[in-house]
C-alpha cells in the first residue's frame, strides 16, 4: 500500500517549498489575445497553451491566467460552470444553483480535514449544483445568502491564513463550481505559494475542468453514487455517472487525487461498490476516504432508504470490499 507523501508528490513539494502551486506557474506563462477575439479562437488559443507551455521566470500580462478569467467570465454571462448548463446571464439572474454573485458563508483554519490536508485554509461558498436531500450543510448549501467579499479582499485574508500555518486553500460550499470566475479573480490578487484545493462534487462542466486544468493542485472530490437513478432520486441531477467520472478521469491527468466516498445506508451493492470498483480500475493512484459518519439530516426522513443512520456493518463491508481491490485508503 503507498503512502499519502507517494500518492500526493507534488501537494508536498508546494509544503516543503520544493514546488510552486500551479496557479503561480499559470502567472508566468505568457499568453498574447485580445478581448474581441471570439470565444473559440481564446478556448484554442488555451488548448495549445496548455499543451506547449513555458514558464518564464517573470509574471507576465497577459497571462494564462488572465485568459482563463477571460473565458471563464463568458461562461459566466451564459452559465455553462456545471453539467445543469442553465446559459442563464448570472449577472442578472442565478440558475439552478440559486448562485448569482459569489457569497461566503464562512472561511477559517480548519482542522477537521484528512490529516494530509490540515490546517485547511477552508472557504465555503453558499449555494450548490446539487439538492441532496441529506445535505448535512443545507443551510449554506440550498439558501445562498453569504457575504459578498471583494476579490482582493479574500485575496489578503488568504495571505493572513498562510502566515497562521494554512496548509493550502480548500475551495467549498456548498460547491465552488458556481463561483469559478470569482475563485480565478481571487487568484489573480495573490502571489502565496500555496496549493489549492477543489472540494467538489464534481458535477463541473467540461469547459470549468479545462479552466482547472493548471490551476488546481488537489482535487478533493466527493464521489456518491453509482448508478443515474440514485443521483436523481437523492440529489436532483442528470446524467451523474457519465459527468462525475470523466471529471475524475481529467482531472486526474492534471492534478492529485484525494476521493471521498460517503457510506450511504442501503446504498452498498448500487452505489459504494461501483464507485469503489471504478476507483480500482481507472483511478488506482488515489487515495481514498471511506466516510462512515452517515446519519439522515435534512429532508432523509422522507426516503425510507436513508433514514437511519449508517451501520458499522455496511461501513466495514464496503471497506472491506475496497482493500480488495487495492484502494489506497486513508
Ligand atoms: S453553475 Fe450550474 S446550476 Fe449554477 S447557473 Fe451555472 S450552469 Fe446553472
Redesign the pocket.
Known sequence: MMGVRVLLPKYHAILEENGTAQYLDCKHIPVSFETSQSTDELWELHDETLRSFHVQNTIHSPSLLDLKIELADRLFQA????D?????D?RKT????G?QEARIATEFLHFGEETVLVPSHTIFFSGC?FQCVFCQNWDISQLPCGTSIAPEKLGNVIEQRKKQGAHNVNWVGGDP??NLLYILQVLQNIDTNIAQVWNSNMYC?EETMKLLHGVIDIYLTDFKYGNDTCAKRLSKVDGYTAVVRRNHLLASEHGEMLIRHLVLPNHIDCCSKPVITFIAKHLSNSLVNIMAQYKPEYRAYEQKDIARSISPEEVLQVKEYAEKLGIHQI
Do not use: I, Q, Y
Open positions: 452559465c455553462c460552470f456545471c445543469h448548463k442553465c446559459r442563464v448570472r442565478p440558475g439552478v444553483c448562485v449544483t463550481t458556481s462542466s
